[in-house]
């Protein structure tokens, strides 16, 4: 027994003739959906390269779990996983160059200081040993 409703048998003869003489249909055009991104190449390389308290390990989850939801067709999840990785990848790559050049800055105040501080020993120590150096010329 068919329990589909409406039924075409049951329809007024008007409307069936309305149907077939609909010369033009409407037709919506709608684009290709967007794909949501999921930033895997990204989350890799912040993975590998100096993956520090494991932020770039995080990354990469939410990054596997939004192409995870991609491919099953869920691009709401994917979409929201895409943008926590995004948000993510920009944490992790910003401490990732961040912390490298911090430490090539303290680097090298610490050999300017260290020369300067070496300098002004070698001074002190020249004038302690040698107090009369200067008065030789006379």
């Not at 390269?49 to 995870?68: E, P, Q």
């Not at 105040?109 to 004038?127: C, R």
Request: hydrophobic share 40%.
């Amino acid at each position: 027994m068919d329990t589909s409703y409406p039924r075409e048998d049951y329809l007024p003869m008007t409307s069936q003739s309305h149907k077939q003489q609909d010369p033009s249909p409407t037709i919506i055009t709608l684009g290709p959906p967007v794909v949501p991104r999921d930033h895997m190449i990204w989350s890799v390389f912040n993975t590998i390269y100096m993956n520090l308290c494991c932020l770039g390990f995080v990354v990469l989850v939410y990054s596997v779990k939004a192409r995870d939801q991609k491919v099953t067709g869920d691009l709401e999840a994917a979409r929201r996983f895409g943008s926590k990785a995004k948000c993510y990848n920009i944490l992790a790559t910003v401490w990732n160059v961040a912390l490298p050049l911090m430490l090539i800055a303290l680097a090298i105040t610490g050999v300017l200081h260290l020369s300067k501080l070496a300098q002004e020993s070698m001074d002190y120590l020249a004038y302690r040993l040698f107090p009369n150096d200067g008065d030789d010329k006379k």
